[in-house]
């Protein structure tokens, strides 16, 4: 793939200010590619020998995604939340609050709600 063809975007928390969901979303566009083929793309990108991948369809702020895990021991590190819309596949990582470790499921609802 030529990757000029390949855009990349990055939204990271603000983690001093107060309310600020604690989620980070990656974006690529990648111009002219079918939107089918953007999840399982990502998915096949991350297979490793021997090594369990976990994905399941869901719909999450009515949108339908794919949760995947990377891990045998699934943390907020290695699960993403995976949408495509035209020719943008959007991950959607789960925040966790360092002091608490608290993971921030609700965080991750709001950021897919805000995605087109």
């Known amino acids: 793939m030529d990757v000029d063809r390949v855009d990349l975007a990055v939204a990271t928390p603000d983690r001093e200010a107060p309310g600020v969901p604690l989620v980070v979303i990656v974006a690529y566009r990648v111009r002219g590619i079918a939107t089918g083929r953007l999840i399982p793309a990502r998915l096949d990108s991350l ?10 369809e869901m719909t999450v702020a009515g949108k339908a995604v794919t949760w995947a895990n990377y891990s045998l021991l699934p943390s907020a590190a290695t699960m993403e939340y995976l949408y495509a819309r035209d020719d943008v596949l959007f991950r959607v990582i789960d925040g ?14 709001l950021a897919i709600e805000a995605l087109p």
């Open 47 to 56: 297979q490793r020998d021997g090594l369990p991948r976990m994905a399941r």
């Open 96 to 109: 966790v609050d360092i002091q608490t470790g608290v993971v921030t499921p609700v965080d991750t609802v």
